[in-house]
């Protein structure tokens, strides 16, 4: 029946006939104002059911939203904690370092302390030892200056002495 109507519709020319079927099919259909006003009142209220279930949703995905978020905000406090500690741990692993590094520092320090010591007495003996040979040196090197001056004299003055001795004997 409803292929007819839309084909009444879409003529250009309607008969008698078509005009009552048309007239029939509209007062089939119309509605009244009360009905309508009664017909839009459940709508409103169903809108209104709709809207307060929303609301409902709403407030407990607000409420859930909320249980999240001070949910992470105890994660986050917790690691936070977490982390405090692990930073306080390796604060104390690295003064634990540093005291075993300036015991180390100190015992290589002690080390070549001694060595340098060491090296210090071994050269103030060594230059004592030097300074015995170069006195030595020094000794024979003086008997060889007065060595030398004496031959040096015996060469210059052997005639001298020699006719001295002559004039004197």
Known sequence: MQEHIKELYNKDHLTQKDIIQLLLHNAQHMVTRD???????????DIKEDIDKLD??????????????????????????????DIEKL??????????????IDGVEARLDKKID???IELKEDIKKLDEKIEKVSI????????IVATLISIFAKDYILNFM????
Do not use: M, P, S, T
Request: glycine share 2%.
């Open 56 to 85: 409902k949703k709403i407030d407990n995905v607000r409420i859930e939203l909320k249980e999240d978020i001070d949910k992470l905000d105890k994660k986050i406090d917790n690691v936070r904690i977490e982390l405090k500690e």
């Open 35 to 45: 009905e309508l006003k009664a017909d839009n009142k459940e709508v409103k209220e």
């Open 118 to 120: 060491n090296v210090r």
């Open 166 to 169: 002559h004039k004197l004997f």
């Open 91 to 104: 604060d104390k692993k690295i003064d634990g370092v540093e005291v075993r590094l300036d015991k180390k």
């Open 140 to 147: 024979k090197f003086d008997k060889l200056q007065w060595l």
